[in-house]
């Protein structure tokens, strides 16, 4: 009978390190990272989840061209600002927002959707969304192994990763 309770102590104990260590992000191999900027007086953090290109082929074949994608990985990212500001000059009100993009060879779709807790983009849904804006992808100055998003001072918000950069901007 000890030797029973003793297998089931270890048995428990590890499998609360193990729903330890796996709430843990920072583990993550897509580990989380968020950029903090001011855009007049409002203030706009983004949140999201990085991963790295690995020598793996992103752009229309990772990350598909024409669909729904998360920016990023694990869970949606994620756009909050502390009051209404405009995206590339349309409103958005102040909020919480899951950040899409819709990438394409010559324009990606920006999204901001109203469901800003979800995992990934798998419940997406459109009837969601608080606004669209389109832009233009170009060519970044340098190979950005990790995914990595930088708000401004001057208000553009920056989507780098492999040999691709997204620029949109954000102001009051």
């Known amino acids: 009978m ?3 309770l003793a297998l089931m102590t270890v048995v428990s104990l590890l ?6 260590a796996q709430n843990d992000k920072s583990k993550r191999p897509s ?10 007086t409002a203030t706009i953090k983004i949140s999201y989840s990085a991963p790295s290109v690995k020598g793996r082929e992103i752009w229309g074949k990772l990350v598909p061209y024409g669909e729904v994608w998360r920016t990023g990985a694990n869970e949606a990212t994620v756009f909050e600002t502390d009051q209404d500001v405009k995206v590339e000059g349309k409103a958005l009100p102040k ?9 394409g060879k010559d324009e ?3 999204i ?11 419940k997406y849904n459109q009837a969601d ?3 669209r804006v389109t832009v233009r992808p170009g060519f ?10 930088e708000g401004k001072v001057d208000g553009s918000v920056s989507i780098m990763w492999e040999k691709l950069e997204v620029i949109f901007t954000v102001s009051q």
């Open 2 to 4: 000890k030797q029973l």
């Open 31 to 40: 580990p989380p990272e968020s950029t903090e900027f001011k855009v007049g």
């Open 95 to 103: 909020g919480k927002y899951a950040l899409f993009t819709i990438p």
């Open 108 to 110: 990606w779709v920006i």
């Open 15 to 20: 499998i609360t390190v193990n729903a330890c």
């Open 112 to 122: 901001f959707s109203k469901n800003a807790n979800q995992w990934g983009a798998f």
């Open 129 to 131: 969304d608080a606004l």
């Open 140 to 149: 970044a100055s340098a190979f950005t192994e990790q995914l990595k998003i």
